[in-house]
């Protein structure tokens, strides 16, 4: 859901603004954008090179744990031949979000079908597909008692976990206001 995708974004936004604080306030704040992450992550939903690949893989693998099916094969698919150019664009495009959002959102549904597949659904667990999203795919183990959690962020000396940050903000009451789902 969008609800989802902004939960995380709010957290990748929190962390790259209180954890290179100097340099949002001198660079992203001035020009009211969203931050785009360093040469690490990519875009403002923090995806990383690998991930990203992987995602890509995943798509096209039937045999992957996170294998969405035959009918999402082809979403990601590249229109140039030089496809490392082409997914830096993508992901770091500054006038158009739409790939670090759609990557995002096949990063949380990839994550939701292979604890699913292992009887395990995540899929009204916001906490726990936020911090899978964070900690990665080698990461992810499918139980049935997980935890939220997640690199720690430090906001006004209070430590949260990118998990539990994201729940926090999807729980919150504020954002009901419109009704959307």
Same mark, same amino acid.
């Given at each position: 859901?969008?609800?989802?995708?902004?939960?995380?974004?709010?957290? *990748?936004?929190?962390?790259?603004?209180?954890? @290179?604080? !100097?340099?949002?306030?001198?660079? +992203?704040?001035?020009?009211?954008?969203?931050?785009?992450?360093?040469?690490?992550?990519?875009?403002?939903?923090?995806?990383?090179?690998?991930?990203?690949?992987?995602? @890509? +893989?995943?798509?096209?693998?039937?045999?992957?744990?996170?294998?969405?099916?035959?009918? #999402?094969?082809?979403?990601?698919?590249?229109?140039?031949? #030089?496809?490392?150019?082409?997914?830096? !664009?993508?992901?770091?495009? @500054? #006038?158009?979000?739409?790939?670090?959002?759609?990557?995002?959102?096949?990063?949380?549904?990839?994550?939701?079908?292979?604890?699913?597949?292992?009887? +395990?659904?995540?899929?009204?667990?916001?906490?726990?597909?936020?911090?899978?999203?964070?900690?990665?795919?080698?990461?992810?183990?499918?139980?049935?008692?997980? *935890?939220?959690? =997640?690199? *720690?962020? @430090?906001?006004?000396?209070?430590?949260?976990?990118? =998990?539990?940050?994201?729940?926090?903000?999807?729980?919150?009451?504020?954002?009901?206001?419109?009704?959307?789902?």
């Amino acid at each position: 859901s969008s609800r989802k995708i902004v939960a995380i974004l709010i957290v *990748e936004q929190l962390r790259l603004f209180n954890s @290179e604080r !100097e340099i949002y306030k001198k660079i +992203f704040a001035p020009l009211k954008i969203l931050g785009n992450q360093n040469q690490f992550s990519w875009g403002v939903m923090g995806i990383k090179q690998d991930t990203a690949r992987q995602i @890509e +893989f995943n798509l096209k693998n039937s045999d992957s744990k996170w294998y969405l099916g035959k009918q #999402n094969e082809n979403i990601l698919d590249f229109k140039t031949d #030089n496809h490392d150019q082409e997914r830096f !664009e993508r992901l770091t495009d @500054e #006038n158009n979000r739409y790939y670090s959002y759609l990557y995002a959102a096949i990063l949380i549904k990839q994550l939701e079908i292979q604890w699913k597949s292992a009887g +395990f659904s995540i899929e009204d667990k916001i906490g726990i597909s936020a911090t899978l999203y964070n900690i990665g795919f080698i990461n992810s183990i499918p139980k049935a008692n997980p *935890e939220i959690g =997640g690199s *720690e962020i @430090e906001i006004g000396k209070v430590h949260y976990s990118f =998990g539990g940050l994201a729940q926090s903000f999807f729980d919150n009451d504020a954002y009901h206001y419109s009704g959307a789902r």
